[in-house]
Nanobody
Framework: QVQLVESGGGLVQPGGSLRLSCIASGSIFKIDFMGWYRQTPGKERELVAA???????NYAESVKGRFTMSRDNAKNIVYLQMNSLKPEDTAVYYC????????WGQGTQVTVSS
């Protein structure tokens, strides 16, 4: 059974930084897509950053230049480094792996507030 567990969320002041981690446990035979999403109440979940099987990384326009997604293939871990955080970045952040299955983590809350 595959599980994704996010960590690293919390409360941070505007302009601050956080680093989210997503650790996958269990047997994942193939990964074609790894992504970070976020969701606020009443809104649809949106894709923030993604790494695809060929290694390309894409970002939502709202986070370009501030967020960086990276991965540790050997350990099935993905990270989201978030800098220059803004109040509008407040959301629950989820990781997702797609390949031999479609797996989601349980989410971690990020709150940007003074």
């Amino acid at each position: 059974q595959v599980q994704l567990v996010e960590s690293g969320g919390g409360l941070v002041q505007p302009g601050g930084s956080l680093r989210l981690s997503c650790i996958a446990s269990g047997s994942i035979f193939k990964i074609d897509f790894m992504g970070w999403y976020r969701q606020t109440p009443g809104k649809e979940r949106e894709l923030v950053a993604a790494i695809r099987s060929r290694g390309s990384t894409n970002y939502a326009e709202s986070v370009k230049g501030r967020f960086t997604m990276s991965r540790d293939n050997a350990k099935n871990i993905v990270y989201l480094q978030m800098n220059s955080l803004k109040p509008e970045d407040t959301a629950v952040y989820y990781c997702r792996f797609v390949g031999s299955g479609d797996y989601w983590g349980q989410g971690t809350q990020v709150t940007v507030s003074s």
